[in-house]
Nanobody, 118 residues
Framework: QVQLVESGGGLVQAGGSLKLSCAAS?????????MGWFRQAPGKQRELVAR???????NYADSVKGRFTISRDNAKSTVYLQMNSLRPEDTAVYYC???????????WGQGTQVTVSS
């Protein structure tokens, strides 16, 4: 199993910044896992925001490229999402995700609310 604890959500004005953190633990966690952030806005499907692989390779949703940065600290088993130039359309519940590639199993955090006011 992998347990994920998120922090850092909140309310911010458009143009502002927030940084999300997600600390992972558990017997199935290793530096080989793929870590990422998804989000789900009301009435919409959950979507990938950003993902980071064990070697540091990243990918981003087109809507956040150039504004969001994902990073990971393997020593702390933590993944971060730095969100700059936030827009009202970024408002959503953000979920931390860990994918264990060997067995293709996903683990999810409890979600943290990000609200961007106009």
């Amino acid at each position: 199993q992998v347990q994920l604890v998120e922090s850092g959500g909140g309310l911010v004005q458009a143009g502002g910044s927030l940084k999300l953190s997600c600390a992972a633990s558990g017997s199935m966690f290793s530096i080989n896992v793929i870590m990422g952030w998804f989000r789900q806005a009301p009435g919409k499907q959950r979507e990938l925001v950003a993902r980071i692989y064990s070697g540091g390779r990243t990918n981003y949703a087109d809507s956040v490229k150039g504004r969001f940065t994902i990073s990971r600290d393997n020593a702390k088993s933590t993944v971060y999402l730095q969100m700059n130039s936030l827009r009202p359309e970024d408002t959503a519940v953000y979920y931390c995700n860990v994918l264990v590639p060997d067995i293709v199993v996903n683990f999810w955090g409890q979600g943290t609310q990000v609200t961007v006011s106009s």
